[in-house]
């Protein structure tokens, strides 16, 4: 009998298939990411690092790992060719929040003070929310969004000669423009901190050229592959040269045990994936197909945070409408449409609740839709939204 596992892993493939995926942050990988991850690596232990390593490190604590070391040196040369860098690169963080929190460990001491974008305003949970333990160790502080949405510069940098952090973190989840990182690198530099660059979500922008890098400007890059980058889930860090050993000692054995060399491998091919042409194409098409849908849901009067968008990604504010991000979630649930409800800045209702939805482009258009695919389904979101205010 076939185990209930395959059942459900079944029937969430067909809604994959079936439903039209705008979740900013989801994408669908390719079927060599999927078949290393599906790998016998599963079945490796490695903690520790590869034996040769230019910083020294300390070689691996399992007999076994002649394969996998090969493999985690070639991932890691992969991802510095995606970012045309030489910063060094650790690639085994399970998930974005575990970069995140292995980069606070080895730059940071519980209570120093750290300034980053307030959650409500496009944050991330791992920048320093109550609820976190990045909100609980450190000294938080937050910059906020201006009236129209965009990160208030300004603000940056009056709240950091303010609070002098010990880290200055740039970055979100839920921000359609471009983050100008030297900008931001010159406030680290006047305020005496650290500057960090959380890229998950542009990573892939990042990668084609389609916005500006932060190599050269921070101190230390994390991110997540699974997002624009396409690749399986998990995080990457990419730091300075000299906080090398800081960055690997804080992965493990700070904060993990044994790398997932699977998902490693997935990494590595997802690397290659992000260093041809096809990949710099898809991109751009994503980027195109955001400012298309956007420009649709302007034109058919919605307000749009910002204005409009220069990424992957935009935000509808609903208050208008009189509906809550959460409703408007919930029935277009019902009609295949996934996405997820959103704050807009300055937000009346709870996180719960919320006035807004976040749009993304990425994952239908690794599934070939175009503008023209993306301004219908703009029209067909609308024609739900009206159906809704017409019953309230
Ligand atoms: C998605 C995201 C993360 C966390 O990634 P997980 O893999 O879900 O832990 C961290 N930072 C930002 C800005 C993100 O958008």
């Not at 892993?9 to 979740?23: A, C, G, H």
């Not at 989801?26 to 232990?45: H, I, Q, W």
């Not at 399970?94 to 959650?119: E, F």
Request: neutral net charge.
């Amino acid at each position: 009998m076939p185990s209930k596992v395959f059942e459900i892993i079944e029937k969430e493939q067909e809604r994959q298939n079936r439903n039209i995926e705008l979740i900013a942050s989801e994408n669908f990988v390719s079927p060599d990411v999927m078949r290393a991850v599906g790998s016998c690596l599963t079945n490796k232990y490695s903690e520790g690092y590869p034996t040769v390593r230019s910083t020294g490190s300390r070689g691996r604590y399992y007999g076994g790992c002649e394969y996998v070391d090969e493999l985690e040196e070639y991932c890691c040369d992969m991802w510095r060719k995606v970012f045309r860098t030489d910063y060094h690169v650790n690639v085994q963080p399970h998930s974005g929040s575990s970069a995140n929190i292995a980069a606070y460990m080895s730059l940071l001491s519980p209570g120093d003070a750290v300034l980053a974008m307030n959650l409500n305003n496009g944050g991330h949970l791992t920048h320093g929310a109550p609820v976190n333990i990045s909100g609980k160790l450190y000294d938080m502080h937050f910059y906020d969004v201006n009236a129209h949405g965009f990160i208030d510069l300004e603000d940056v940098r009056k709240k950091a000669l303010e609070c002098r952090p010990k880290l200055l973190l740039a970055g979100a989840s839920a921000y359609s423009r471009k983050i100008d990182f030297a900008a931001f690198a010159e406030i680290a530099r006047e305020a005496g901190s650290y500057f960090m660059v959380d890229m998950a979500h542009i990573a892939g922008l990042v990668a084609a050229g389609e916005h500006p890098s932060p190599f050269g400007l921070a101190d230390v890059i994390t991110t997540t592959t699974h997002k624009t980058l396409r690749g399986p889930r998990g995080g990457l860090i990419f730091c300075k040269p000299e906080l090398a050993k800081k960055i690997d000692g804080a992965v493990f054995p700070g904060t993990q045990g044994g790398p997932l060399q699977h998902v490693i491998a997935g990494k590595a091919i997802a690397a290659e994936e992000a260093c041809t042409e096809a990949f710099r194409d898809y991109i751009r098409q994503v980027v195109r197909n955001a400012a298309a849908m956007c420009k649709a849901f302007q034109e058919m009067g919605y307000q749009v945070v910002t204005g409009g968008t220069d990424n992957h990604l935009f935000l509808l504010d609903l208050t208008d409408t009189g509906l809550t991000g959460k409703a408007v979630q919930e029935e277009l649930d019902r009609n295949g449409i996934t996405l997820n409800k959103n704050c807009v800045p300055n937000e009346t209702r709870s996180p719960a609740q919320t006035s807004g939805i976040r749009i993304g482009t990425p994952a239908m258009t690794t599934k070939g839709y175009r503008e023209a695919d993306f301004i219908r389904v703009a029209h067909e979101i609308d024609r739900i939204i009206r159906e809704m205010r017409a019953k309230q």
